[in-house]
């Protein structure tokens, strides 16, 4: 590939004597040069081929098109040639430098008016040249605007150019992805029905805006935010209050170009004649006004790069990986075109809501007319309040996140900026039926979400991004990762409760489910419902509390045997005691054995009372009956008082036997059933004395036996023993 122009202009690197760097782009380094047959400096750019990813018909179509362009405002090349890896392209030099190394070096805050209007009537120049000649720069702005030392200006940097004659039909649309994000023109984004030389007077309208500030509006974002912003806000512009310093013709020079609508905007032929320009100035006016007392170009670079170094090493501290955001890059100038999806996508990933600092940042002059841009604000989309108020920092809300307003202000648009989106970041089917159908509704915010709310730092200084940070990490509710359902179908963790809380009694009472009354029929509902829901207290219940298990007591009452006759009386309260009171004591069981032997002696003495009675009356026979009642009557443990009565009853009829000896014999009874009754009462007697009898053989056999016991233990007698000795 050998290029050489009507000056011929060697093409050996032998020939080239190379000084130092005074450019650097993504894929390229220039340097100061020189010729050395023609004694004459020049500006060398090596295109590092193995950067370039064998784009070798991109390196062809640039060169081809820098040789044989002929303008005086569109740099143009004297010859290319490959040297070792690099591809060698000779060209004009450019001793001022770009635009926007000029204005990194001594206009942080932009030109004056008549600079910008040379600047740009010179650049327009250029597209209206290109235009006529079916090219589309596609990569216009400040960095790719050289001015030579006499002030003259040209057009750089065909990169990304594209020819529309290319396939010989005379194709006036394209449809590829190249381009500066902060430049890009919003069809260019959203790749839908391509674009044409329109996409060059749209960056044309943001390279005003960047002369104008210093920096392109978005150039503080990531690009995946700046097509973001590009697509959803209104169109950027010049702020009535805030670029007061500017004209009127500037502002509407500007919005002409920042139409999202294509064919609304002018072309370049039509917008040399805007009656901005008539201030544009001569070559030398522009040399004077930006580029005296400037140091040569190399060392403006060199100083340049010592910043950019400075600062990378803080955004590192400070954010780690994040140095390839734009504005290191910009700040490089670098514009970053050729970039391609799958690298946005990858910097959606690292997304971060936060501005890095910048240069200016770092020197404490940024100015908050800058932030103001950031955000897109037209003047003429501000309200009048915040177009008068100079201190009223843009929200989010000023399009970027009023979905309501953002079709609204995109009226002019031809395409949804949201379709725009879906077509520029192959959206999947899945990724679309993730959103809802409806554009205007949720999809735009799972976009956003999507690319822009992986933010998780809030590290804003009280800036715009301040609002958008707060307002991005409001997901949408159906994109909360954090709240899963609990297949249980308890919304609550199951670590709600403290795992290691000691749960007492009570507590666990009131942990505890209610238990459903249950519906027990008969006399246990009374006492079911006692149990579970209305369990008196140990006062009110008709009996001490004898066990606790869980939530229920048993009570003594509720343990004894029904009826009155089967109650014991407490020696206290009357009450009844139960009879298997466990663990009593002999001192507490000595008031109930006194109460025992008194309530016993009190019914003996009843019961003697009426056998006398009916002894008297009725003769021992009806006495023996009573006696007989009263013993069906009791109760199995009153049958020991009831034997004591009865052997003091016998006992009388002994003495009284013996004292009338053969009386009892010869008692005539009455009747029949009085003679059986008799007998009876003479075999109760003779059992009586048997059991008596067999009782004390009881005891004796008893006693026997523990003393044959206590021979057979041992240890006993053992310790018994050891004891004696
Ligand atoms: N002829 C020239 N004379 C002086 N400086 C130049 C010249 N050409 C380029 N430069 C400087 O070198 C920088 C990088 O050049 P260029 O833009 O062509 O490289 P690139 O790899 O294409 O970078 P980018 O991606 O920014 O376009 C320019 O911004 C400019 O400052």
Known sequence: ME????????????????????GEGVSATVYRALCIPLNEIVAIKALDLEKCNNDFDGIRREVQTMILIDHPNVLRAHCSFTADHSLWVVMPYMAGGSCLHIMKSAFPEGFEEPVIATLLRETLKALVYLHAHGHIHRDVKAGNILIDSNGAVKLADFGVSACMFDTGDRQRSRNTFVGTPCWMAPEVMHQLHGYDFKADIWSFGITALELAHGHA????????????MTLQNA????????????????????????????????????????????????????????????????????????QEADLLVQNNALYGDQEHLSQQEYIRGISAWNFNLDDIKSQAALIQDYDLPTAEDLNGSRKL??????????????????????NAAPSQEDGFNDLHDLENSLASFPIKPLQALKGCF?????????????????????IEQQFLTKTSLDQTTGKNEGENSGRSSSLPHHVVPEHKKFLSGSLIPDN??????????????????????????GPMLYR????????????????AVIQRKGRFKVTSAELSPKGPMNNLFSPVSGGPVSPRTPNFTAASLLPSLQCVLQQNTMQREEIIRLIKYVEETSGKACCLAVIHILLLNLSFHRFVDFVFLCLIYIGKLAESAEASNNDLLQITPASTRERELHSQMILFQQRIGSLVEELQRQKLKNAQNNTSVQKICPGDAVTSRADSQ
């Open 3 to 22: 290029h050489i122009s009507e000056k011929r202009f060697p093409c050996n690197a032998n020939d080239y004597r190379l000084y130092e760097e005074v």
């Open 369 to 390: 007319r800058d932030e103001y841009d950031d955000v897109g604000i037209t003047a003429e989309g501000l309200s009048p309040e915040r177009a008068n108020d100079s």
């Open 496 to 521: 709600a409760f403290s795992p290691k809380k000691v749960i007492g009694e009570g507590d666990r009472d009131s942990l505890q489910p209610k238990i459903p009354e249950r519906n027990y029929s």
């Open 235 to 306: 169109p950027p512009g010049l702020d009535y209050e805030r670029d007061r310093r500017f004209s009127k013709s500037f502002r509407e020079l500007v919005a002409a170009c920042l139409v999202k609508d294509p064919k609304k905007r002018p072309t370049s032929e039509k917008l040399l004649k805007h009656h901005f320009f008539k201030q544009a100035r001569s070559y030398d006016y522009l040399a004077h006004a930006i580029l005296d007392d400037l140091p040569p170009l190399g060392e403006r670079f060199r100083i340049l790069k010592a």
């Open 426 to 446: 192959d959206i999947g089917e899945d990724d679309e039926g993730a959103t809802s159908p409806n554009w205007k509704g949720t999809s735009v915010l799972d």
């Open 528 to 543: 079911q419902r006692r149990d579970t829901n209305s369990l008196p207290s140990a006062e009110d219940t008709s009996g």
């Open 217 to 228: 509006p978005f150039s503080r974002y990531p690009p995946m935010k700046v097509l973001l």
